[in-house]
Nanobody
Framework: QVQLVESGGGLVQAGGSLILSCAASGGIFSGVRMAWFRQAPGKEREFVARITWSSGSTDYTDSVKGRFTISGDNAKNTVYLQMNSLKPEDTAVYYC????????????????WGQGTQVTVSS
């Protein structure tokens, strides 16, 4: 049973930075795709970024390209999301997710989810 635990959220001013962490346990295998999603109040959960554990290949939604960086530490089974130049519209609950098989941006394809961590960006 895969378990994901996020940490690192908080309150930050616009233009600031935060780093989110997602610690995975319970059977992570090579080829697993890890991703970050976010959900703002009243909106659907949306894809933010993903990484393939074994190859390190990454993908980002357009709104965060150049500002966010997803990375992984295989030894610690941890995925990170470095968020720079934060904007008020980045305010959301951020979720870590995992799946095996092909890489996708579709939240319904992900089998495992963390509990979420709140990120609030003030203007």
């Amino acid at each position: 049973q895969v378990q994901l635990v996020e940490s690192g959220g908080g309150l930050v001013q616009a233009g600031g930075s935060l780093i989110l962490s997602c610690a995975a346990s319970g059977g992570i295998f090579s080829g697993v795709r890890m991703a970050w999603f976010r959900q703002a109040p009243g909106k659907e959960r949306e894809f933010v970024a993903r990484i393939t554990w074994s190859s390190g290949s990454t993908d980002y939604t357009d709104s965060v390209k150049g500002r966010f960086t997803i990375s992984g530490d295989n030894a610690k089974n941890t995925v990170y999301l470095q968020m720079n130049s934060l904007k008020p519209e980045d305010t959301a609950v951020y979720y870590c997710a995992a799946k095996q098989g092909i890489a996708t941006r579709n939240r319904y394809d992900y089998n495992y989810w963390g509990q979420g961590t709140q990120v609030t960006v003030s203007s």
